[in-house]
Structures are given as structure tokens and as C-alpha cells.
């Protein structure tokens, strides 16, 4: 129940605080360079997402490319998305907390971190599954004998 209560707070200050945040910035610098501001850092923020989405998206397939398991980048593909989430939406604050998900180092030692404190841990042997076949791949056409 407590989580629930946490999720209700968030979900009811920090649009508040958006707001609050988009009227102070406007009427110091204007209502049109704020609304350029907030679509700007959304712009920008999906541009960043989408090279960082892609860098995490090659190190998932190298993990598995080496028989390991991803947990890291794809934890880090989890913290992607909510900082995509978190650009998309108008606001500053909401920004600066994607922008900071954004910075490799700081998204990467988070990840870490949950990874560390999280109550399910894997256990694996190691060693990469490799195919019965020894790897050897048959190449050969197929075409359907009733059409």
C-alpha cells in the first residue's frame, strides 16, 4: 500500500510543480521562448534517446553474442525509456531528470545500483550455449508443394 501511496504523491506534484516551474519561467523569459524551450529539449532529447538506445541496443546483442547474461544494458534500456517518457513530457523538471538518465556514466552506476538491490538474482553456469550441430549452419531452399 505504501508503494501506492508514493506513486499517488508523485503523480500529483510533479505536474504541479511543472506547472509552477512553466509560470515562473514564462514570465521571466515570455511565453513563446518557453514554449520553444520545452519543445526544443524535447527535440533534442529524443535525438539523444534514440543514439543512446542504439549504443545500449549493441551492447545487449554483444552480451548475448558471448553466451552472458544482459541484465546490465537492458536494465539500462529500461532507464532509456523512462527518460524518453520523461523528455516527452512538457515540463523542466521532468527534463533535467531525463537529461540526467541520459549521461552514460550516471544511467549506467543507477542501473548498478537497482541491479545490486534487487531481490532476484540469476545465477548462470558461464559457459555460452553452443548449438548441438557445432555450429555449422545448413543453407537450402524452401518451396511449399501445395500452393
Do not use: C, N
Not at 124 to 132: D, F, L, M, N
Amino acid at each position: 500500500m505504501r508503494a501506492f501511496q508514493l506513486l499517488f504523491l508523485v503523480f500529483l506534484l510533479v505536474p504541479l510543480g511543472e506547472i509552477y516551474l512553466l509560470i515562473k519561467v514564462g514570465s521571466v523569459i515570455g511565453a513563446p521562448w518557453t514554449i520553444f524551450a520545452v519543445v526544443f529539449t524535447a527535440v533534442l532529447g529524443a535525438w539523444l534517446l534514440r543514439l543512446q538506445g542504439l549504443s545500449t541496443f549493441m551492447r545487449v546483442r554483444a552480451s548475448l553474442d558471448r553466451g552472458e547474461l544482459p541484465a546490465l544494458p537492458m536494465l539500462e534500456g529500461l532507464l532509456l525509456l523512462i527518460a524518453g517518457a520523461l523528455l516527452l513530457t512538457p515540463g523542466f523538471f521532468t527534463d533535467a531528470v531525463g537529461f540526467v538518465l541520459l549521461v552514460p556514466a550516471l544511467r549506467a552506476r543507477l542501473a548498478l545500483a537497482l541491479l545490486r538491490s534487487s531481490v532476484m538474482h540469476v545465477q548462470t553456469t558461464g559457459h555460452p550455449r553452443r548449438p548441438a550441430d557445432g555450429g555449422r549452419t545448413l543453407e537450402g531452399e524452401f518451396r511449399r508443394e501445395d500452393d
